[in-house]
C-alpha cells in the first residue's frame, strides 16, 4: 500500500553535509501515514533509529544525532526529510526510511531500500 524510495546518500568528509529525502507513494485510498522516520545500520551493528517525526510534527532523534540532524517532514507530499550536518565517520551506514501507516482495520509496516551514507575522516 505503500511504497518508500529514499535518495540523497553519498560521500563526504567529516563536518559536510548531506539532505536524505524520502517519498512515500500511495497506491489505496483512505490511508494515512502518522509517522515516518530514519533507522541506520552500520557494517556488523544492528539497524538503529536515527530520528522519526509524526504527521503532526512530533519528533524523537536519537542522542548521538541530537543537534546535528533534523528530521521534516511534507505532508502534503508524504515525503519526510533528513538534513544531516557536522557530520562524522561514524555516522556512516545505510540509511532506512520506515514509515507506519494506517487504515480502517489495521496498521501497516514498510521500509524503503537503503541509500549509502559514507563519511570520510
Known amino acids: 500500500q505503500v511504497q518508500l524510495v529514499e535518495s540523497g546518500g553519498g560521500l563526504v568528509q567529516a563536518g559536510g553535509s548531506l539532505r536524505l529525502s524520502c517519498a512515500a507513494s500511495?497506491?489505496?485510498?483512505?490511508?494515512?501515514?502518522?509517522?515516518m522516520g530514519w533507522y541506520r545500520q552500520a557494517p556488523g551493528k544492528q539497524r538503529e533509529l536515527v530520528a522519526d517525526?509524526?504527521?503532526?510534527?512530533?519528533?524523537n532523534y536519537s542522542d548521538s544525532v541530537k543537534g546535528r540532524f533534523t528530521i521534516s517532514r511534507d505532508n502534503a507530499k508524504n515525503t519526510v526529510y533528513l538534513q544531516m550536518n557536522s557530520l562524522k565517520p561514524e555516522d556512516t551506514a545505510v540509511y532506512y526510511c520506515r514509515s507506519i501507516s494506517t487504515k480502517t482495520g489495521g496498521s501497516y509496516e514498510n521500509w524503503g531500500q537503503g541509500t549509502q551514507v559514507t563519511v570520510s575522516s
Open positions: 500511495v497506491t489505496i485510498s483512505n490511508i494515512r501515514i502518522p509517522a
Open positions: 517525526i509524526t504527521s503532526g510534527g512530533s519528533t
